[in-house]
């Protein structure tokens, strides 16, 4: 099979269930926005931290392509079964989350991103995944999303903060408090 089939050529391209929509759709920014954190989170998990991180990572990459199918789904004309997103994959997230933050110190306040590229590299993830949440917060008002995708890319951001204050943690980086000027 051929990577390539010309047919996106003039713009457009095939939901599930074939309906054709211009590739600048909101559907396809929300799925597309989807992918681009996909990746962002393939960096994170080729850095050299925890394996126990690298292995939520995948559950989480694996977790955002069914979101990208689910996305990519017309909703009135796809008949093919698609994984589903739960309840418990939320939960997951929750977890990792409060596992990790039993050792971290209070926040007192914001943070600066930066102080290791690997934290850095979570901040922008966690950016994307801001991006991905709001789009498809507007896909939602003209097309009904499952609110448990929403749920989740709302706490996969919290997650990403969270996973980058850790790090910061275990790998001795400067964490930066923004100190506002008044």
């Given at each position: 099979m051929k990577i390539y089939t010309k047919k996106g050529?003039?713009?457009t391209t095939q939901l599930i269930g074939g309906t054709r929509v211009p590739k600048h759709a909101l559907r396809i920014e929300s799925y597309g926005t989807i992918d681009e954190l996909n990746a962002h989170l393939g960096l994170i998990r080729?850095?050299?931290i925890n394996s126990l991180y690298i292995h939520q990572i995948l559950?989480?990459?694996d977790r955002l392509f069914t979101i990208g199918s689910l996305l990519?789904?017309?909703p009135e004309t796809n008949t093919m079964t698609l994984p589903e997103l739960s309840e418990s994959d939320v939960v997951f997230l929750e977890n990792c989350m409060d596992e990790m933050d039993?050792?971290?110190p209070e926040m007192k306040s914001f943070v600066l991103p930066g102080g290791h590229s690997t934290v850095s590299y979570c901040h922008i993830a966690r950016c994307v995944c801001r991006r991905a949440e709001r789009i498809t917060d507007n896909l939602n008002e003209v097309s009904v999303v499952d609110p448990v995708i929403l749920k989740y890319l709302n706490r996969?951001?919290?997650y990403?903060?969270?996973l980058s204050r850790k790090l910061s943690q275990e790998l001795n980086a400067n964490?930066?408090?923004w100190k506002p000027r008044y």
């Open positions: 050529d003039t713009g080729d850095q050299e559950e989480i990459q990519a789904a017309d039993t050792n971290l996969l951001s919290d990403l903060f969270v964490e930066s408090p």
